[in-house]
């Protein structure tokens, strides 16, 4: 592919959302260009799940089939790459790549998701997305009925405790010190037969990335199957906030209800703009973002 090149949009991310979006402004007739890294957010996950005709797959296989069909597009190229460097350029943008390259297009959609920080918890990096888990509709199925623990505290701790209390009795709160959560709290959980743990967590203790015992750091153990928790994140590509995009309060992308950024122009989609981080979700978003985007070049244009 030569440099310099102009499209249409360029999409920056080529997981489930981007070749969405690519697929819709490929039906569109649109010049796409989808630049990807081949880093996304689910690259530990071995199964993916609720998601009608894809259930049980492994992420690896839903991308390649996906990514096999919007190539029928003619109109849409692809770029195995980093995108590094992000500019407003009159009457579009342009985007810098690691190889040097610079592509030229009028819209921008970004579909890149998150970066997961890890805590400094042995084991847990590990286990993630494997046996420790963010959400219970995409795995919860599977540990049905399994002794399950929660690792969160105050009010986040307490609304993910009484989520995941439908898919099994054998519950665990544990707050990884003194707990936050208010009495009132405390009393519902104690009602519903869920224990609180407030001892500090030394370690999870897997074989093959699937839990065995929860280490505390006075070496007492607590067998567990499963444990649900919510990581700190950043935004996996830097571009975005460089160029101007609001971010909120969470460090998700601001969009509208059309899926624009807060930058005219440039479109975002996908696990960086929404918790609800599912592959069926970042696929209904991609679409939908292609559409929005192929909508406003054609009010521009006509």
């Not at 203790?205 to 499963?226: P, R």
Request: overall charge neutral; hydrophobic content about 35%; glycine content about 8%.
């Amino acid at each position: 592919m030569s440099a310099n090149k102009y499209f249409d949009v360029i999409i920056v991310g080529g997981s489930y959302s981007g070749l969405a979006a690519a697929m819709a402004l490929g039906r569109a007739l649109r010049k796409v260009l989808v630049i990807d890294s081949e880093k996304p957010c689910n690259i530990q996950t071995p199964h993916s799940h609720n998601f009608l005709t894809q259930d049980g797959r492994t992420p690896k296989e839903i991308a390649t089939l996906a990514k096999q069909q919007v190539a029928l597009y003619n109109t849409v190229e692809f770029l195995n790459g980093l995108a590094t460097k992000g500019n407003k350029i009159e009457n579009g943008f342009e985007i810098h790549t690691s190889s040097g390259n610079i592509f030229f297009a009028t819209k921008l959609i970004f579909a890149t998701g998150i970066l997961d920080i890890m805590p400094n918890m042995k084991g847990l990096s590990e286990c993630w997305g494997t046996s420790v888990l963010h959400c219970p509709y995409c795995h919860g199925y599977e540990i049905r009925n399994e002794t399950t623990g929660i690792l969160g505290n105050g009010e986040y701790g307490f609304e993910f405790t009484k989520l995941i209390s439908n898919w099994t009795k054998e519950l665990t709160l544990f707050t990884n010190g003194i707990s936050t959560l208010s009495p009132e709290q405390t009393r519902q959980l104690e009602q519903h037969q869920i224990k609180i743990v407030e001892k500090e967590i030394k370690e999870l203790e897997h074989i093959n990335k699937h839990l065995q015992n929860i280490i505390f750091k006075d070496d007492s153990k607590k067998m567990i199957k499963a444990m649900y928790t919510r990581l700190p994140f950043i935004q996996h590509c830097p571009i975005i906030e460089k160029l101007g995009c609001e971010l909120t309060e969470e460090g998700y992308i601001k969009i509208d209800p059309f899926h624009k950024t807060t930058i005219q122009g440039i479109f975002a989609c996908g696990d960086n703009v929404t918790r609800l981080r599912t592959v069926a979700n970042a696929v209904a978003m991609g679409t939908t973002t292609g559409m929005m985007a192929n909508k406003e070049l054609t009010e521009e244009s006509f």
